[in-house]
Nanobody
Framework: QVQLVESGGGLVQAGGSLRLSCTVS????????IAWYRQAPGKQRELGAS???????RYADSVKGRFTISRDNDKRTVYLQMYSLTPEDTAVFYC????????????????WGQGTQVTVSS
């Protein structure tokens, strides 16, 4: 069983910043990439940023230069530092990872957190 717990969401004024955390726990053999997705009201869930076990990062164009993803492998935690937030960033942010629970698994399985709400007021 793999659990992802997000925290750090909340209400912030436009131009403000927030830092989200996602901690992966459970019976884990290996963790692959960890990503932050977001889903705004009435819209599809979209990738915001991802980070590999080695620290390679990818960002959606909409967040480049404003969001920074980082990872602490010892703590099994990923952070998303968000700056210069706008009302368009209002969404539920979800953490996603690919993980194996045993050495015998051939493929990584996908796991999602339950999400944390980020609301940016104008």
């Amino acid at each position: 069983q793999v659990q992802l717990v997000e925290s750090g969401g909340g209400l912030v004024q436009a131009g403000g910043s927030l830092r989200l955390s996602c901690t992966v726990s459970g019976n884990i053999f290996s963790i692959g990439d960890i990503a932050w997705y977001r889903q705004a009201p009435g819209k599809q869930r979209e990738l915001g940023a991802s980070i590999s076990p080695g620290g390679e990062t990818r960002y959606a164009d909409s967040v480049k230069g404003r969001f920074t993803i980082s990872r602490d492998n010892d703590k099994r935690t990923v952070y998303l530092q968000m700056y210069s937030l706008t009302p368009e960033d209002t969404a539920v942010f979800y953490c996603k990872t690919w993980a194996k629970t045993t050495n015998g698994e051939r493929y990584y399985s996908i796991y999602w957190g339950q999400g944390t709400q980020v609301t940016v007021s104008s």
